[in-house]
T-cell receptor
């Protein structure tokens, strides 16, 4: 069984540009989460999808971040326009229906904004 | 106040020595506690979890943790470490309340470095 995959593994962009991160959860997992770790800080929750619906997006930093999960499969996280403070590692996790706490994490996308 | 606190940012230890990585939690989290490990260039991997029952939880790779309600702690231990245990370790718990039961809050991470 394939694990959670994320693409790209690393992205370097300039301030003001747009970047889209993608997460493919484990097949059949209804729950999908995005987390972020900014340099030197703890990993923080961004949002939670149940299928294609946003269950909780209380951790999204501002309206420059847009997450989608069309069709309840893969998810994208778009940052537009990117700022320097957006640099960090973005993790995606998924879990089966009814097991929100049993999360399987992807390898993360390292985003560097210069 | 930090919901989950890892008391040591870095722990150096020699191979085959015992190690303890400390984690304390606050009342703002649900008492479902996790330890994750991140090896270099890899994602987060679940080491072990406490959901209920026995307070001593055994995980993968010889790690174990003890849930202590009176001390609000969930320290991770291994009696004899290997070079391959070098990694960053994270303690986590879901925040109490809210609409998302899976909303994990993490400690700051502890970098364990095992020296030969």
């Amino acid at each position: 069984e394939a694990g959670v995959t994320q693409f790209p593994s690393h992205s370097v962009i300039e301030k003001g540009q747009t970047v889209t991160l993608r997460c493919d959860p484990i097949s059949g997992h209804d729950n999908l989460y995005w987390y972020r770790r900014v340099m030197g800080k703890e990993i923080k929750f961004l949002l939670h999808f149940v299928k294609e619906s946003k269950q909780d997006e209380s951790g999204m930093p501002n309206n420059r971040f847009l997450a989608e999960r069309t069709g309840g499969t893969y998810s994208t996280l778009k940052v537009q326009p990117a700022e320097l403070e957006d640099s960090g590692v973005y993790f995606c996790a998924s879990s089966p229906a009814g097991q929100p706490r049993r999360q399987y994490f992807g390898p993360g996308t390292r985003l560097t904004v210069t | 106040a930090q919901s989950v606190t890892q008391l040591d940012s870095q722990v150096p230890v020699f191979e085959e020595a015992p190690v303890e990585l400390r984690c304390n939690y606050s009342s703002s989290v649900s008492v479902y506690l996790f330890w994750y490990v991140q090896y270099p260039n890899q994602g987060l991997q679940l080491l072990l979890k406490y959901l209920s029952g026995s307070t001593l939880v055994k995980g993968i790779n010889g790690f174990e943790a003890e849930f202590n309600k009176s001390q609000t702690s969930f320290h991770l231990r291994k009696p004899s470490v290997h070079i391959s245990d070098t990694a960053e370790y994270f303690c986590a718990a879901p925040l109490a309340g809210g609409t998302s039961y899976g909303k994990l809050t993490f400690g700051q991470g502890t970098i364990l470095t095992v020296h030969p």
